[in-house]
């Protein structure tokens, strides 16, 4: 099983801020690597697939990069919507497919 | 435009028994593999159960395997998950979640149902 390891597990960041995810896999992964915004009480969306293809209606402040093992979701400009809890997922090798523990990324 | 619907979640014992259900619309459900994930409270997601297009093949977590199984019918565009000896580390938000076509992560999800598992 391929653990996803994300970092740091909070990010308290201003509006306007720009704002780096990082995450990891213990094995290659390729490119087959996607990311999830959450916010409370909501399913989670998909925001890019592929590591650095945004999904269908994604702003362009967001930004996927990375390949093999390390992988980066930037944010260009914070937006008060962005606040939430960010997830990795790997889909090279399943099952199982795996998620990494989550970023919150919070108002500081 | 894409909708899914889960439904099914329940406060249940421990040892029982509980079916979700999802219901698809606005896009072609047979042409689709289909995935049911979980969260826990406070927690992260865990992907739980896979099943292909044609329901030929279905996956499990090993944390569920033997006790849950994934259904799907698609003339009625709706995916299953009965599960059965719940424990109480089974309680959860249920999500069920659609696989993009041409890669393999998730691009529609559901709301969630509840399942509580707790004497």
Known sequence: EIVMTQSPVTLSMSPGERATLSCRASQSVNINLAWYQQKPGQAPRLLIYGASTRATGIPARFSGSGSGTDFTLTISSLQSEDFAVYYCQQYNNWPPWTFGQGTKVEIK | ?119
């Open chain 2, 1 to 119: 435009q894409v909708q899914l619907v889960e439904s099914g979640g329940a406060l249940v014992k421990p040892g029982g028994s509980l079916r979700l259900s999802c219901a698809a619309s606005g896009f072609t459900f047979s042409d689709y593999f289909m995935t049911w994930i979980r969260q826990a409270p406070g927690k992260g997601l865990e992907w739980v159960s896979y099943i292909s297009s044609s329901t030929s093949t279905t996956y499990y977590a090993d944390s569920v395997k033997g006790r849950f199984s994934i259904s799907r019918d698609n003339a009625m565009k709706s995916l299953y998950l009965q599960m059965d000896s719940l424990r109480a580390e089974d309680t959860a938000i249920y999500f069920c979640a659609r696989m993009a076509l041409w890669e393999g992560a998730f691009d529609s999800w559901g709301q969630g149902t509840p399942v509580t598992v707790s004497s």
